[in-house]
């Protein structure tokens, strides 16, 4: 065995883990460094709550990676500038190769007057709160009885589930730039929430904009009987709340009061364009108000500049120049435009490197094929020897310990998995969470105290 490299991966969300599980299986070294104390990224904090067995299977895959004898886990630790480790820290420790896959930390803003107001929120930080990630978990969020949701995709759907289902709103308008035909979510989605359609509503909004559906060849009686399609096997409603859609309507700004408290979002109409595939909508400069009491943006994410890597647009920059290889290593490969160079065994996947593609198997499938690609770049570095290795991981170790002594290694997480366990059956509830990082770092303390107590008897 006495040969092999000592791979980084920074981020244990599904794409880093799908790293970490091909590497790891390879026969090399992985460090998987963390933010969250937990691992999991999007699959433990990104989907909906209801969704145990989703969850927990996606979990029992994780622990079996983490718990090999070739993986050491790090959670509760930055990189970045600014953090505990830097990138060139890192670098300098001498890695075969350093995977991001980060995800898409920063959030996309459209840019409209009122955005800052008291009753905007991001839809990604919406999530976080209600799937108890720390720091988000014990913010109020305040949505008052009127919603309106911006975006079409997913996220719209698990946004406007979590207002029906836990917050009971009386009303969610969802505001989508272009027509119908372009929505974006899972027709198994919807079914979360298509029970609170209002119907007659939705007739009425696809016989309002019927003639600029048709000015680019559209149908919305055929559009409205696919959408209707959809609404099978609705979850039955837990609230009277109702859903109300305004197609070709883009924000145009958010009205407040004297308090900056959100009043209501104006939309100015739009028109379908067809530019390629998609049809873009064009502003006709005519605008309609909706009264509401917040307001949330879900359309999309950006990546986290302070990590420290190239980046612009929103995005960590990438190798512009294409390879024959499949897949392409130019796509996660990390790139310097300032000295026109790949950096040197540093790798990019998932969000990181696309930010908001698909869901989990998409982030899975990415760190696979990164994964293929760092192993072609390894194929002709010479493996380090063992003891080079196990020096490395020694230092590696200690620079992080010296940085946040409040690191946590996979037994922690197995003590902090049985504490929450332990609480979820005294409060009964299939899933307990400690909601911030503080009552975790307790816990474990508490279940490692116990166990040393019972060992010394």
């Known amino acids: 065995m006495g040969m092999n490299h000592l791979i980084v991966v920074v981020g244990a969300g599904p794409a880093g883990l799908a790293v970490a599980n091909v590497m790891s299986k390879q026969g090399h070294e992985v460090v998987v460094l963390n933010r969250d104390i937990k691992f999991g990224g999007l699959a433990e904090y990104g989907i909906f709550p209801n969704k145990h067995k989703l969850r927990g299977g996606l979990r029992k895959g ?156 559209q149908s919305s009686e055929k559009i409205l009987a696919e959408m209707r399609a959809e609404f099978t096997k609705c979850e039955p409603p837990e609230s009277h709340t109702r859903m109300y859609f305004h197609f070709l309507s883009s924000p145009k700004r958010v009205l407040t009061n004297d308090q900056n408290q959100v009043i209501g979002l104006e939309a100015e109409d739009t028109k379908l364009e067809l530019r390629g595939a998609d049809p873009a909508a064009v502003g006709l400069k005519t605008c309609y108000t909706i009264p509401c009491d917040s307001v949330v943006f879900a359309v999309g994410d950006r990546v986290d500049e302070a990590v420290g890597l190239p980046y612009k647009n929103g995005i960590f920059v990438t190798n512009p120049h294409r390879t024959q290889n499949d897949p392409d290593d130019s796509l996660f490969q990390a790139y310097d435009e300032a000295t026109g160079e790949v950096i040197p065994g540093v790798f990019l996947c998932g969000w990181a490197r696309k930010a908001s593609e698909g869901l989990v198997g998409v982030a899975k499938r990415d760190g696979e094929w990164c994964s293929e690609v760092v192993l072609r770049y390894l194929a002709d570095k010479s493996p380090l020897a ?72």
């Open 62 to 217: 994780y622990w079996e990676i983490l718990t090999r004898p070739n993986v050491h886990y790090f959670g509760n630790v930055m990189v970045g500038n600014g953090y505990h480790l830097t990138v060139s820290e890192l670098r300098a420790l001498g890695p075969s190769a350093v995977v991001f896959s980060t995800g898409a930390q920063g959030t996309k803003t459209i840019g409209v007057e009122g955005d800052t107001a008291r009753g905007v929120y991001h839809a990604k930080d919406c999530v976080y709160h209600y799937n108890l990630l720390p720091e988000f978990s014990t913010r109020p969020f305040e949505m008052g009885q009127r919603v309106a949701v911006i975006g079409i995709g997913d996220v719209m759907v698990d946004i406007a589930h979590w207002l029906s289902r836990r917050r009971r709103v009386a009303e969610v308008h969802v505001i989508v730039r272009r027509g119908p035909a372009e929505r974006k979510y899972n027709p198994k989605e919807i079914r979360a929430v298509c029970a609170f359609i209002d119907q007659d509503s939705l007739q009425k909004e696809m016989v309002r904009i019927a003639p600029r559906l048709e000015a680019v060849g």
């Open 386 to 457: 063992t003891e080079e290795v196990s020096c490395k991981l020694t230092r590696l170790e200690a620079l992080v310990k010296s940085r946040q002594p409040d690191v946590v290694r996979v037994d922690d997480l197995l003590a902090l998995s049985e504490m929450e366990q332990e609480e979820g059956q005294r409060r009964d509830i299939e899933e307990f969470k400690f909601p911030t990082n503080d009552e975790m770092l307790t816990a474990i303390r508490r279940k490692k105290s116990m166990a040393k107590v019972s060992a010394s008897r």
